[in-house]
């Protein structure tokens, strides 16, 4: 899951239910958020049989192999960004179109509704880019709040299959600046990305649950269109993810980013055939 995370587009929550814990880690998450709504009423005997109820051993391996993953890919993806920003920029356009596709076979019912919907957040979204921080910030670093706030929005991808965290960090624009403090340990950083990622966790476990259970093809809706309008920021020519500007490849730029962006949607694809074989089996 830590791996999938890392890589815009490839959700840790698919990679959940490849594995056959989904399930397992939803209910987790309700446990945990049962914790701290707990210990907010300040419920001294409640919070006790709380704790009791968490399965602190899985939550806590499964959190160490997302850190343990998260910390080995970072430097590697950094140094990959900064040195082919189109070749990496087309990777993951790949993976949001597989993303899309994944989503789409999601819908309970696609109907003209739900197209709409879709295309409305794409057409908002794609223009809503354009003043997004990733074409405002010229490579500088953003504020504190933001690591908090993009943090908490992030997180909430973690359980939802079909969007990753880190593709909701792309279009924050704000991707490249959380990889460069995990590979060059900003703690300080880190630790107010964590915390945003903690808030919204709790805040959000609930609420999209009951989303997805009452309004579920209109969520999927609006994040198809999410994605769809990304891809101006996902774009490989000129820049890749370092400006939403666009432009048409020269001649001796646009194979080596289309053949990954290939690749992607194949890899993101390969990923759902597992998913639905285990599915299957089980």
Known sequence: MGSADVVPGVSGGTVALVLGIYRHLIAALGRCVDVATTALRFDGKGIVGALKNVPWIWIVSLIGGILLAVFLLAAPLERALATYPEQMAGLFTGFIVGACLLCWRQLQRSDVRHIALAAVWAVAFFFLLGISPAAQTGGQAPELWVYFVTGAIAICAMILPGISGSFLLVLMGVYAHVIGAVSQRDFLVLGVFALGCVVGLSLAAKGLSWLLTHHHDAVVASMIGLMIGSIRILWP??????????????A?????????????LVLVLGIDAVARRVGDDH
Do not use: I, K
């Open 237 to 250: 020519w000129p820049h890749g993810l370092e400006s939403t500007e666009m432009a048409l490849p020269a």
């Open 252 to 264: 001796d730029t646009w194979l080596m980013p289309t053949l990954l962006a290939v690749l992607g």
